[in-house]
């Protein structure tokens, strides 16, 4: 089965304001690989969920996609619901809006509704993130930080994600919020994991252990797997974070990249 898929369908993971008026481009690979079936849109990470579905109804019925409904849980009983779970009858695609992500964990985390959206993605079927969407698609989710500055010890929040990708934390906004530095504290933690920090209007699509950049942005990925020296155990916590060796790669749009070998592939490569 191709790049170990093991029957599991692909993940499109979004950093966030992905273009929904002009080419879509982004939005358009969803509604391809939701194909003829449901869209679930889950707007769980919200507090407010009001207007994301009618911006994403709109947004895909200009491409053809009409079979859309919503999914919100304002509290974690509503995920033990036969009715929450009848939403995703027929659904070939399940995507995940904006917010924040650990209201996705921790109102769906061992849910029937979680276990659902395990059931489509293991039978081939599409899941989607942007923004909190996308950062809750790892085992390992980043929550919140500071952005715009060098990384301080003490100012970062990991908890578990969904898991759906593993061995990587994934941040979004990423250049347009300067989150270099708080996925430099995630990798120094984690160093056998992959930062990977994912641009506005620009996506991942990632078939088993190999994505596929799409968008208008860049891709960053924080290779901490050769750091000879990081002070992030031994530091205060308001201090500066040091790290020594880190691999950085920058992607763009059709760059590929395997999670196995930690090795990009240029743009049009074959293999």
């Known amino acids: 089965m191709e790049d170990g898929q093991e029957g599991k369908g692909p993940l499109i993971i979004i950093g966030g304001h992905e273009d929904k008026k002009d080419e879509r481009l982004i939005l358009k690979e969803v509604a391809r690989h939701a194909g003829q079936g449901r869209l679930v849109i889950a707007t769980v990470a919200s507090h407010q969920p009001e207007g994301y579905f009618e911006a994403y109804k709109t947004a895909f019925a200009a491409l053809g996609v009409t079979d859309l409904v919503e999914l919100y849980v304002q509290e974690r009983a509503e995920a033990q619901d036969m009715e929450k779970l009848r939403i995703f009858d027929g659904a070939t695609g399940v995507f995940f809006s904006g917010g924040d992500q650990l209201r996705i964990s921790s109102q769906l985390g061992d849910t029937p509704v979680e276990r659902r959206v395990r059931e489509i993605h293991a039978s081939g079927g599409l899941v989607a993130g942007t923004s909190a969407g996308a950062s809750a698609m790892s085992d390992t989710m980043l929550v919140k930080g500071k952005g715009q500055e060098t990384h301080r010890i003490g100012d970062l929040h990991l908890a578990p994600g969904l898991g759906l990708v593993r061995d990587v934390i994934i941040d979004q906004h990423f250049a347009e919020r300067g989150r270099i530095g708080r996925l430099l504290g995630a990798v120094a933690q984690n160093p056998r994991e992959l930062g990977i920090g994912i641009d506005e209007d620009t996506a991942i699509i990632l078939r088993g252990r190999r994505f596929e950049v799409i968008g208008s942005g860049g891709v960053y990925i924080v290779d901490g797997g050769g750091v000879t020296h ?29 999670l196995e070998s930690r090795r990009p592939t240029l743009a049009g490569a074959q293999g």
Do not use: K, P, Y
């Open 230 to 258: 990081s002070n992030i155990a031994e530091g205060a916590e308001e201090e500066a974070l040091s790290i020594h060796d880190v691999r950085l790669h920058v992607l763009c749009h059709g760059d590929r990249f395997d």
